[in-house]
């Protein structure tokens, strides 16, 4: 693997005022990097930061502080507009389909716009690339004439998924792409994902609180909570030894269907109390409220994250 970087973000903030005095900090000091070829799995509950940090670097936040630095650019808090070479490099898959959709227009006409946008083929080559792109993610050659009101929800992914491929990125955000989906459209869309990073050499950022699909999609696992991170480890590490009790706590609860399964998860924790409010963070490890393994300096310092070992990192009083 390319020792280069393709993404860098290091002390990473984002605040929101909500108030005279009062901040939600929804992305509080979070530092990794991906290198060309990973899928980095960003895991965590709902308003643990996942979505912001995405929101973020894609610019439709401007952060608070800190260095994001994308193929060797490095991209400026005011910065208002990503570079054009930015936007061709990097793409995004919404959680929601329809509403990331225009659904006045077609999908021939949704797909046109960044072919003609970055001149990716001359202009009566522009259908047979629309037909081509159809095909890399197995939708018929007709779809290009509906419109997302007339489609299904796994289908209107896939065409989210295709506006993704239209430049040719090196890196796509996957923000939840199959929460909103059952459960057989989900695998469908898993699937088509995993080749379409080996057939295209992908990178990926995939944010999900699904840690089952992290699983067979992830090369690397990264744990959020409250806008840190908890954890971060290569996949067969982070799944075989989990050293931070969040962790032990969200893999402890994912289901199984044999007792093989079971015996791999660690011990049952019991998932007791809801994460608190962004707003008014504990003092300390901001996890004290909910782990059972807590120690009095939990209570007063908030821990640093550091390396156990070759690429696993924790953020943890107990290590």
């Known amino acids: 693997m390319n020792n280069k970087k393709l993404l860098e973000i290091n002390d990473l903030k984002m605040h929101f005022p909500i108030g005279k005095n009062s901040f939600v900090r929804a992305v509080d000091g979070v530092s990794f990097s991906i290198e060309p070829g990973e899928v980095l799995g960003l895991v965590g509950e709902s308003g643990s930061g996942k979505s912001t940090i995405a929101y973020t670097f894609m610019g439709m936040y401007h952060q608070t502080s800190g260095e994001i630095v994308f193929d060797g650019e490095k991209i400026g808090s005011k910065d208002k507009v990503r570079s054009k070479c930015f936007r061709k490099n990097a793409q995004i898959v919404f959680q929601d ?51 997302p009101n007339n489609i299904g929800g796994g289908e209107k992914q896939l065409v989210s998924i295709a506006r993704a491929l239209c430049c040719d990125p090196k890196f796509i955000i996957l923000d939840e792409p199959t929460s909103s989906l059952d459960v057989s459209i989900q695998a469908k869309i898993i699937n088509m994902l995993i080749k379409l990073h080996r057939q295209r050499k992908l990178t990926y950022m995939f944010i999900t609180h699904d840690m089952g699909v992290m699983r067979n999609i992830s090369t690397r ?99």
């Open 221 to 319: 696992v990264a744990i959020m909570y409250l806008g840190k991170i908890c954890e971060i480890a290569p996949t067969e590490i982070f799944y075989s030894s989990p050293l931070h009790p969040y962790t032990n706590m969200l893999l402890s609860s994912i289901p199984v269907i044999s007792d093989e399964e079971e015996a791999l998860k660690p011990k049952k924790i019991a998932s007791t109390g809801e994460i608190p409010s962004p707003v008014n963070i504990p003092k300390g490890c901001s996890f004290n409220t909910r782990c059972s393994s807590r120690m009095q300096i939990c209570m007063q310092e908030d821990p640093k994250i550091k390396e156990i070992s070759a690429g696993h990192f924790v953020r943890c009083h107990l290590h």
């Open 97 to 147: 389909p329809g509403s990331s959709l225009n659904p006045y227009q077609d999908v021939r006409q949704i797909l046109s716009l960044p072919l003609k946008v970055h001149k990716i083929v001359p202009k009566n080559e522009i259908e047979d690339k629309i037909l081509e792109i159809l095909d890399m993610v197995e939708l018929p050659s007709d779809f290009m004439y509906k419109s």
